[in-house]
């Protein structure tokens, strides 16, 4: 019985979403169809507004490249910002240490 209870609390949810009617007018749509289209799967994605086979793997293709570029700029941001630490570690040890009050009594 609780098996039962959760396929219809799941049906109920599908249909206030909107899932249901959404995927009902997409098969209706690829029933009537006069030439069916090669893939019934991207046609359904097409309809949902999902992308393409090829859009989506221009896009992970697209993802990758970008990821790589984030990944080297973000490799020498954090060397530049070494490199600068470093810098100004190096100026802070050379320079003469005066306080205020040294300044005041010159």
């Known amino acids: 019985m609780e098996k039962e209870a ?20 997409v098969l209706v749509a690829l029933y009537e169809q006069n030439d069916k289209p090669s893939s019934a799967i991207e046609f359904v994605q097409q309809k949902l507004g999902g992308p393409t086979l090829a859009e989506y793997e221009k896009m992970q293709a697209e993802f990758s490249d970008l990821q790589s570029r984030y990944n080297d700029l973000l490799a020498a941001h954090q060397e530049k910002s070494r490199e600068y630490e470093e810098l100004k570690n190096t100026h802070v040890q050379a320079s003469p240490r005066t306080t205020v009050k040294d300044e005041a009594t010159e």
């Not at 959760?6 to 007018?25: H, I, M």
């Open 6 to 25: 959760k396929k219809e609390a799941f049906r109920k949810y599908l249909e206030s979403s909107g899932v249901l009617d959404a995927l009902t007018k």
